[in-house]
């Protein structure tokens, strides 16, 4: 801690030798004068932490000494002497705001250091509590500050809690480009003139430290004289210096208005360090929200590009599914019409004719299915009671195509609401690729339970499964993964089932074979 600095103002000589021996000894620094006047000039040209004065002195009085002491710097601490104490006396002291009064003669020593400790020790008092008072209200500037994440409104509030709290009514924001080192006015309040000011920015810059001058206590005399022909009796500027930032922030008063404290001072420092945390968050931010952007645009330009990609496989695909049936149909047609045929083989044409045409159909039928899956209206619906009927349904066929159905219903499974007919189909579907992928017979397993919202049926069979580089594909339209298939069957389903509110997956790690998992929700949605 730096040793306190006591001026003695006392017009006996001998007093002003007394007192800077004891205080000197007592590890204090210590100047004296025995000239009123001189002293109050000195007062303006260094910076002092106790003002030790005689109260009676001629023609300045202890005082005036004391009121352009605590105008010129008000942080110091008073503390009076004189050898006519009265109650007057003390009283008037009071009310011009001393830390202590001590009487002549001193007798012992120890009773001047002790008043001087206590004086310094009430002046602290005074100004950490005007401190704490000042310090309350900057919570809410803080939570302000920090709440706003535009750079522009954020400058605004900085500029305003600034002018507010130090009752400044000339403030500016100045940014420092990095590379030509050259300053620009970001936003000010007040007549507040760059070019004027460059003079005081720069030693703030240089030194990088914050600065406090007053025209009419201590400082550096040629700021001093630059702020008296700007008009100004006291100014403030407090650098900002990140990674990614240089800025400076200035308050300044005029003449006629009352000059900074240190509690200004430090109250000014504490919102540039909150000023600099929010303009980071608030570039922080900035480059964040920038990058979201730049990755929903690229998102966007994927999507776009996939759509493409997928509009045109699936014109590919319908040109395919419905060229083919109808090259094969011309050509029977072609054929049955000659006359040299027998009527058996042109019979036999008609017949691939007829059979291809029921191909078209069946195949234009599952692309009208895909494309409006839901426009039935909803009923109640037995999950078990449809598994049963369709099951009996096709037990022909699966007996025929050696496949064997084991059923498992887990508990009581709840009615639903969905449309009948395309649950049914969604299970027939669903039913028959595990046939076709079970070529040599097998077992598929169907088990069916409640859950809390909706109900489970998982299709699981024990065939050759889908390989892996295809599943990300099964539910795309006209992509099969068995030779004559349509590629509308899973994707009819999938939407049916995703129109009903429910999901309809894959579940890959159930090996061996194809697990297809249904969830459908109780109440349903279209």
Known sequence: METPFVFVVDDEPGIALLCKRLLTRAGYKVETNTDPRAAIDYLKENKIDLLLVDIRMPEVDGFEVIQHAQRLQPGAAILIMTGHGTVETAIRALRQGVDGLILKPFGQGSELIDAVKLALADSQQKKDAARTQALRPLFSVTESLLSETRREPLLDLIITAISERLQSSHVACYQKNFETNEFS??????????????????????????????????????????????????????????????????????????????????????????????????????????????????????????????????????????????????????????????????????????????????????????????????????????????????????????????????????????????????????????????????????????????????????????????????FEPFFSTKEGGTGLGLTVSYNIVTAHGGSLELLADRAPGACFRIFMPLGGKQ
């Open 185 to 474: 006015l970001l936003t000010s309040r007040g007549s507040v003139f760059l070019q004027e000011h460059l003079d005081l920015i720069t030693p703030t810059d240089s030194s990088l430290a914050p600065m406090m001058v007053n025209v009419n206590g201590p400082g550096n005399p040629t700021l001093k004289t630059l702020l008296a022909n700007l008009e100004l009796g006291a100014v403030i500027l407090v650098p900002i210096l990140r990674p990614n930032l240089s800025m400076l922030l200035y308050a300044a008063r005029e003449a006629k208005e009352p000059p900074f404290h240190e509690s200004d001072f430090e109250m000014f420092q504490i919102l540039a360090r909150q000023a600099a945390v929010a303009l980071e968050n608030s570039r922080l931010y900035a480059e964040q929200l920038a990058y979201v952007r730049k990755i929903e645009e690229s998102q966007k330009a994927l999507l776009q590009a996939e759509k493409m990609a997928a509009a045109g496989r699936l014109s590919a695909s319908i040109a395919h599914e419905v060229n083919n049936p109808l090259q094969a149909v011309q050509n029977c047609l072609h054929l049955a019409g000659r006359e040299d045929l027998p009527e058996d083989k042109r019979k036999e044409y008609f017949e691939l004719a007829r059979t291809e045409l029921e191909r078209l159909i069946l195949t234009v039928r599952r692309m009208l299915d895909f494309y409006r899956p839901g426009a039935t209206s909803l009923e109640k619906v037995d999950i078990a009671d449809i598994l049963k009927y369709i099951l009996n349904l096709m037990s022909k066929q699966l007996k025929e195509d050696n496949v064997t159905i084991i059923v498992d219903f887990i508990g009581k499974i709840p009615t639903i609401m969905a449309v009948g007919s395309q649950i049914q189909q969604v299970f027939i579907n669903l039913i028959l690729n595990a046939a076709d992928a079970m070529p040599e017979g097998g077992v598929l397993k169907i088990t069916a339970r409640a859950l809390k919202d909706g109900v489970e049926i998982i299709f699981h069979d024990n065939g050759e499964g889908i390989p892996k580089e295809k599943q990300a594909n099964i």
